[in-house]
Structure formats: C-alpha cells, structure tokens
C-alpha cells in the first residue's frame, strides 16, 4: 500500500470520528431547571456542562473530550474491523483464484499482509487511547 493510499485512509477515518466533537451540549443557553439537560447540571441559577462542575480523574464519561475519544476509538475500530475482514476476504479470494498468475499472486499477498498490520494496529488503539487519556490527566 503506498503512501497516497494510507494518507487517504488515515483522513476518512479522521473525517468519520470528527462529528463526534460536535456532540458536546453547551448547557448555558438553558435557562430554567427543567429545561437543563440530563448531561448538564443545574446549579441553582444556571444549567453548567457537567465538566465545569466537577471533574473525575477516574471516569471520564462526565468530560466531553474523554468520552470523544473513547467514541472516537469504538468507531475506528468497527470502521477497521470491516475493512481488515474484507481485505482478508478478498485478498484470500484472490489468492485462491490467482492460478499462475504471478502479479495477481504478489497483489494478494500483498493485500493479505497490509490487512494483517493493520489488524496489529487496530488492536494496539486500546493501548493508544489509554495513552492518551493518561497524557490528558484521567486514569486509565
């Protein structure tokens, strides 16, 4: 897989995980109590985001950045999962079908052994993220 190839994936990925960012509720324009969200907090006058409020180190489902990422890196891995399964599928389908033909041959080789990586870094994005959230200040 050439660099154009991965470049070009690494942005539909990015493309596809950035609407999640968008997800976050700005709870200010509430202005009554009932009208202030459950991901919100009212605190006597005003509903506040959850996160200014408090913020626990240790649960990261009340920051709207860590829950991002965690989303984030579920939908990697659904969106990559599919993709490695079919590169597997088809690259053995090849492969199998290839005869002697030598280019179709190497072009399923080839497919198979980029599919296998990929799996190696779709399943090290746990140990990613949780790099990540460690850099950031929320435990592990």
Do not use: H
């Not at 991901?39 to 829950?67: H, I, K, M, R, Y």
């Not at 399943?123 to 959230?133: H, M, N, Q, R």
């Amino acid at each position: 897989m050439n660099f154009k190839r991965l470049f070009s994936l690494f942005i539909v990925m990015f493309f596809l995980g950035s609407p999640l960012f968008v997800l976050a509720v700005d709870c200010s324009q509430y202005t009554t109590e009932d009208a202030c969200p459950s991901t919100c907090n009212w605190n006597g006058s005003t509903c506040v985001n959850v996160s200014e409020v408090t913020v626990d180190l240790n649960n990261c489902e009340n920051d709207a950045v860590c829950s991002a990422i965690v989303k984030i890196q579920g939908y990697i891995e659904l969106v990559g999962g599919v993709v490695i399964g079919m590169m597997i599928v088809i690259g053995g389908f090849m492969y199998a079908t290839g005869g002697g033909n030598e280019k179709q041959l190497s072009t399923a080789k080839s497919m198979i052994t980029c599919a296998v990586i990929g799996m190696i870094i779709l399943l090290s994005a746990d140990i990613i993220t949780t790099t990540v959230k460690t850099l950031m200040g929320w435990s592990s």
